[in-house]
């Protein structure tokens, strides 16, 4: 499968534990980008990656929310201390630069209790 | 503020009746408009670019079309599998997606 693949597809976690999400984008895309979503809205911006620069971040993205692309492939999304309002889906898409389409993955459902 | 708006927000149709998507948008630096289809629970599959005003895009029951300031997604003879959310994301010039709320489409056999 060469599509964007996001792991753990869901993930359950008390509230105040650590998280971290991962996203393998497309191989040879260098764009990446990070996208909450929430039940019956549209996908809301988070962050993005060209290669391994963070280019840009959400107001959204709080202190708690932290991520990385180390080496411009896979990228990691950290929510630390989660809290009930972090529970959402958790989608990453990548792209080639300039102004084409994005790929998403499937998703990691985040349910904190 | 780039922003977009999908009407409307929620269609029934009853399965062969033809109808159409609107989406109005304004972003800087507009670069394509692409459409997504999401179905629940997944993440949104890609369907359609355009980049450019006058474009059509076709597939399968699906057309999309694109204003200087619209796009139309127009859906001929729908089938029951037709049902989802149907996303219109205008891109702008730094790679960004600008998503609205979808408009979900239920076609009812």
């Known amino acids: 499968d060469t599509g964007v693949s996001q792991n753990p597809r869901h993930k359950i976690t008390k509230r105040g534990q650590n998280v971290t999400f991962r996203c393998d984008p497309i191989s040879e895309h260098n764009r990446l980008y990070w996208y909450r979503q929430t039940l019956g809205q549209g996908p809301e911006f988070l962050t993005y990656f060209q290669n391994e620069a963070q280019l840009e971040k959400s107001r959204l993205l709080s202190d708690r929310f932290s991520a990385e692309r180390p080496k411009g492939s896979f990228s990691t999304l950290e929510i630390q201390r989660t809290e009930q309002g972090d529970s959402a889906m958790y989608l990453c898409?990548?792209?080639?630069?300039?102004?084409?389409?994005?790929?998403f993955g499937q998703g990691t459902r985040l349910t904190v209790v | 503020e780039d922003q977009v708006t999908q009407s409307p927000e929620a269609l029934r149709l009853q399965e062969g009746e033809s109808s159409s998507l609107n989406c109005s948008y304004t972003?800087?630096?507009?670069?394509?408009l692409f459409w997504y289809r999401q179905d629940p629970g997944k993440g949104p599959e890609f369907l359609f670019t355009l980049y450019s005003a006058g474009e059509e895009k076709e597939k399968e029951r699906l057309k999309a079309t694109l204003t200087k300031k619209e796009s139309f997604l127009h859906i001929t003879a729908p089938k029951p599998e037709d049902s989802a959310t149907y996303l219109c994301?205008?891109?702008?010039?730094?790679?960004?997606?600008?998503f609205g709320q979808g408009t979900t489409l239920q076609v009812k056999p």
């Open positions: 994301v205008p891109g702008s010039n730094t790679g960004k997606l600008i």
């Open positions: 972003v800087s630096g507009l670069r394509g």
């Open positions: 898409a990548s792209s080639l630069q300039g102004a084409t389409e994005a790929f």
